[in-house]
């Protein structure tokens, strides 16, 4: 869905938590290059069944395998990922990190600082 931020709109998780995409993802190549520490860091947004329902959401929602094999969330073909340390809805600190993750707008478009 999406929620507010110090950022703007961007989009969020059913419980208002920031999602991410990751830069050095290839967009819409069905597969997550996060592994290893960065997992454990950026863990993946997953669903249990298909591709969740969106509310506010413009951009193309779909699902990849990732990479504990789980189902992972994608938007406009980026694998979606939460931050470790954010740690209540609303909360971006993981804007920006190393200059490869980013929030998403509503429209799935990277907002970059």
Partial sequence: MVG??????IVVDGEG???YMFDNDTQGSGSSSCEGQCAVNWPAVTT?????EV???????GTITGVDGATQ???NGWPLYYYID???????AGQGVNEVWWVLSPEGERMAE
Wanted: hydrophobic residues 40%; charged residues 25%.
């Fill in 17 to 19: 938590m920031t999602v």
């Fill in 86 to 92: 954010d740690a209540a809805p609303g909360d971006v």
């Fill in 55 to 61: 509310e506010g959401v413009t951009g193309e929602v």
């Fill in 48 to 52: 249990d069944a298909g591709a969740p």
């Fill in 73 to 75: 969330v994608t938007l």
């Fill in 4 to 9: 507010d931020s110090a950022l703007g709109e």
